[in-house]
């Protein structure tokens, strides 16, 4: 039997309803992995790509002999994020692991035409409430030894996007908060390095998502993201998954403040 990496681990994952958060908690939980689950509703996005969408991820969890708890949570605001941590953390006696993938993206307007609204509700979820998130787990990590086997007090891994390392049209507000989380990463990993907390970020390309459903049935829209992306084929949450899990493992511990493109290549510059 395969050894399970993160048995007497906890892990709070926001966005974990549908999509890559989804995919995250299933995985974590697979490695043996209690889940503390964060999300606007506990029921899957029904416009995803899962195959099992009826059935919700602590559902899933717990049936195949993991643990799993739900906590409706907006990251826009602070109460139920608090409540999440807290009640989270009561139930599972700590907190070792924190993965931020709650995010907010929002139909391809020009800068112009972007409103305050629209402003205001992207740096809520994406700058303020991802922020809240990294604080209280780093806060939950101050409070516990460091686990030496493990290498780390604590892990970190913020969700953020291709779009915070080269600019692309028409998501002028998108990109600008997701690369606030990228340097979030870098600027709270140097001061946290010292306590053994690691904290690192996912950029992801084109991944297929509920959120993304409508840009992959507008073939104008695939069409332009297939040119952009080198490898041959788009992203699947399973892409993201991989670099997550080992960012959660032993092997990763001396690794902090890194931002990985996962992407098929999209950000290395302009395709032939």
């Given at each position: 039997m395969a050894e399970k990496t993160l048995d007497g681990k906890v892990a709070l994952v926001t966005g974990s309803s549908s999509g890559m958060g989804r995919d995250i908690s299933i995985a974590l939980a697979k490695q043996g992995a209690s889940i503390i689950c964060c999300d606007l509703k506990s029921e899957a996005n029904p416009a995803g790509f899962e195959n099992d969408l009826d059935t919700t991820t602590v559902d899933l969890i717990n049936k195949r002999g993991g643990q799993a708890v739900f906590f409706k949570v907006d990251i826009s605001q602070v109460a139920e994020i608090e409540h999440a941590f807290g009640e989270g953390i009561v139930k599972f006696g700590r907190l070792d692991i924190a993965v931020n993938c709650a995010g907010y993206w929002a139909p391809f307007r020009k800068f112009a035409a972007e409103d305050d609204d629209l402003w205001q509700k992207m740096s809520a979820v994406n700058v303020l409430g991802t922020a809240k998130?990294?604080?209280?787990?780093?806060?939950?990590?101050?409070?516990?030894?460091?686990?030496?086997?493990?290498?780390?007090?604590?892990?970190?891994?913020?969700?953020?996007?291709?779009?915070?390392?080269?600019?692309?049209?028409?998501?002028?507000?998108?990109?600008?908060?997701?690369?606030?989380?990228?340097?979030?990463?870098?600027?709270?990993?140097?001061?946290?390095?010292?306590?053994?907390?690691?904290?690192?970020?996912?950029?992801?390309?084109?991944?297929?998502?509920?959120?993304?459903?409508?840009?992959?049935?507008?073939?104008?829209?695939?069409?332009?993201?297939?040119?952009?992306?080198?490898?041959?084929?788009?992203?699947?949450?399973?892409?993201?998954?991989?670099?997550?899990?080992?960012?959660?493992?032993?092997?990763?511990?001396?690794?902090?403040?890194?931002?990985?493109?996962?992407?098929?290549?999209?950000?290395?510059?302009?395709?032939?």
């Open positions: 998130c990294n604080r209280l787990a780093i806060q939950q990590f101050l409070r516990q030894e460091v686990d030496t086997a493990w290498g780390s007090r604590g892990r970190i891994i913020n969700i953020s996007s291709c779009a915070a390392n080269i600019a692309f049209p028409h998501e002028v507000a998108y990109s600008a908060t997701k690369a606030a989380i990228n340097h979030m990463t870098r600027a709270g990993a140097l001061d946290h390095a010292q306590d053994w907390i690691n904290i690192n970020c996912v950029a992801p390309g084109v991944v297929a998502t509920g959120m993304a459903r409508k840009n992959f049935e507008d073939d104008q829209i695939i069409k332009h993201m297939q040119k952009a992306t080198p490898w041959p084929r788009l992203g699947t949450v399973g892409d993201i998954t991989g670099i997550v899990v080992f960012l959660c493992g032993r092997q990763s511990a001396w690794l902090t403040g890194q931002i990985y493109a996962v992407d098929g290549g999209m950000t290395l510059g302009v395709t032939p």
